[in-house]
């Protein structure tokens, strides 16, 4: 056996360990605390009258499911080389429920980032058009969007199995679609732009506030908003190092590669997608916060 085969060896056995050594850890914490946030979230009914209380309770719901969908059929995957979730049926169907959940995510993080603005904003006419029954069209509305983007993957594209695990479109178009506009586009690049340009404008308008200008703000929103404020910083945390590596391994699609290289990047491509999933996990002080604002009166 040659050095280079060995190297190899050693790779794959690298990324067996980081699927279970980091995606159980992340998978506990991420179904545990989305549960506890949905639990809470249910029995104070906070999320039926306040806009960014319900894009949370659905984020938290649309996380959940992402994990379960997403991150243990990778584990299983990667770290048992099971075949029994790499069939072409469980393909055509993990892909685009993965994909649902995850654009649903982003979408509410979007929206809870503008309603901050929104919130946040000393003019009254915008602070008006925080809704709840808005928020509800709205993610009712982006949840159908993404089911018919996501449809054509299963009913119109034949999904094949490579040597490393993973499934791959034989429709170049399609596929292409999906590389640039959905993996990058939608779960990347515009949800990072989103909730950096609104983050960033609701965090300058609480600091232009003064003194009697906050008061005329609820306890509530108060502590609303800075709850979304944290939540954004963790979602850039995580997600921009996997949004750069997605640009890279997209970027060189096309290239021929050696096994040496393709396992190489098979390390970095489960490393940085495992990361990711922390997003989909609440933190301790998420989840703290989120119990303390809710029992807050207005």
């Known amino acids: ?6 190297s190899i060896i050693q790779l794959q056995l690298v990324t067996k360990c980081i699927a279970f050594a980091v995606g159980f ?5 991420g179904i545990v605390g989305n549960l506890m946030n949905i639990i809470v979230f249910l029995s104070l009914s906070r999320y039926k009258t306040n806009a960014c209380s319900f894009y949370m309770f659905a984020k938290s719901f649309f996380d959940l499911n992402a994990l379960i969908i997403g991150l243990i059929g990778h584990i299983i995957i990667q770290g048992f080389r099971s075949y029994a979730v790499t069939s072409e049926a469980w393909c055509r169907f993990r892909i685009p429920l993965l994909y649902i959940n995850s654009l649903c995510s982003y979408t509410c993080l979007c929206l809870q980032s503008i309603d901050s ?7 009254p006419i915008l602070r008006q058009q925080s809704t ?4 509800h069209y709205l993610v009712f509305g982006f949840l159908f969007i993404w089911i018919c983007n996501e449809s054509p993957y299963y009913f119109m594209q034949q999904i094949n199995l490579i ?10 178009i399609y596929a292409q679609y999906r590389s640039y506009f959905t993996i990058l586009g939608l779960s990347n690049i515009i949800p990072i732009l989103i909730i950096s340009l609104f983050g960033y404008l609701s965090y300058r308008n609480i600091h232009r506030f003064n003194i009697n200008q906050q008061r005329t703000l609820s306890i509530f929103n108060r502590q609303t908003i800075k709850m979304a404020l944290f ?5 850039l945390l995580f997600q921009a190092p996997y949004t750069i590596a997605q640009i890279y391994f997209t970027s060189t699609a096309n290239i021929t590669k050696n096994i040496y290289r393709q396992t190489q990047e098979q390390l970095a491509n489960v490393f940085f997608f495992i990361y990711a999933y922390n ?3 609440p933190k301790k002080k998420s989840d703290c916060s989120i119990g303390r604002i809710l029992a807050l009166k207005w």
């Open 1 to 6: 056996m040659s050095s280079n085969d060995t």
């Open 279 to 281: 997003m989909n996990a």
């Open 117 to 123: 603005f929104l919130c946040s904003s000393q003019n």
């Open 132 to 135: 709840i029954r808005r928020a």
């Open 231 to 235: 939540t954004i910083s963790i979602v």
């Open 163 to 172: 040597p490393n695990w993973r499934c791959q479109t034989t429709n170049t």
């Open 25 to 29: 850890p992340i998978l506990i914490v």
